[in-house]
């Protein structure tokens, strides 16, 4: 069975700092998502990773993909309130028609 | 630009209600998932459907079922809606080449 676990589960960092939020999971896959979820609203896909060693940026936000050690990370960049909501990532298993298995989102909180 | 509509965005119901969640997608996506968004718990499949008049169960089906008709629109059904049914409800979708789930705005459902 695949697990994905999110570390931290919450995080709260003060503007202008650096962070990283971690996603592991437990069995081979190549392929990795990660959702933003603002309060009361619903999921918007940050970013695809498709292949291991894959790197992607938006704005402050950095994601990467090391499929050898099942580990892909979200780095955030002098961080501003904007950046305030709850991060999945999502890994999928790539067997047709078997749906993605989720973390359990880390809830980012940036303060000034 | 994929767009996934859910048929509202808050819903109060009674104890013992049959309640209808509906999802419609404009894509021509094969998949479509209902989870269930509880604090604490992340996000959990309840059932997902990957052609019409097809449905799997999900990790939390119990309580539910779900309608697939029409390749474009997957229902949720509460049979007999309980208290423990109260949360946020998302639709998502994917595509047969991608595992890139675009997910609805949501419905938050309370029942009383």
């Known amino acids: 069975e695949l697990k994905v676990e999110q570390n931290p589960l919450f995080l709260s960092m003060q503007e202008g700092k650096n962070y990283t939020i971690y996603c592991n999971y437990s069995?081979?896959?190549?392929?990795l998502y990660w959702y933003r979820q603002d309060p009361g609203k619903s999921l918007e896909s940050l970013f695809v990773l498709l292949s291991n060693g894959a790197v992607k940026q938006e704005g402050r936000l950095m994601a990467s993909l090391d499929t050898k050690a099942r580990l892909s990370t979200l780095h955030i960049t002098a961080a501003v309130h904007d950046l305030s909501a709850t991060y999945f990532c999502?890994?999928?298993?790539?067997?047709?028609?078997?749906?993605?298995?989720f973390g359990k989102g880390t809830r980012l909180s940036v303060i000034a | 630009d994929v767009k996934v509509t859910q048929s509202s965005r808050y819903l109060v119901k009674r104890t013992g209600e049959k309640v209808f969640l509906e999802c419609v997608q404009d894509?021509?996506?094969?998949?479509m998932f209902w989870y269930r968004q509880d604090p604490g718990l992340g996000l959990r499949l309840i059932y997902f459907s990957y052609d019409v008049k097809m449905k799997e169960k999900g990790d939390i089906p119990e309580g539910y079922s779900v309608s697939r008709e029409k390749k474009e629109r997957f229902s949720l059904i509460l049979e007999s809606a309980s208290t423990n049914q109260t949360s946020m409800y998302l639709c998502?979708?994917?595509?047969?080449?991608?595992?890139?789930?675009?997910f609805g705005p949501g419905t938050r459902l309370t029942v009383t």
């Open positions: 069995t081979t896959s190549d392929r």
């Open positions: 894509m021509d996506h094969e998949n």
């Open positions: 998502a979708t994917t595509g047969a080449l991608s595992y890139e789930q675009y």
């Open positions: 999502a890994v999928d298993m790539s067997v047709r028609n078997t749906p993605l298995v």
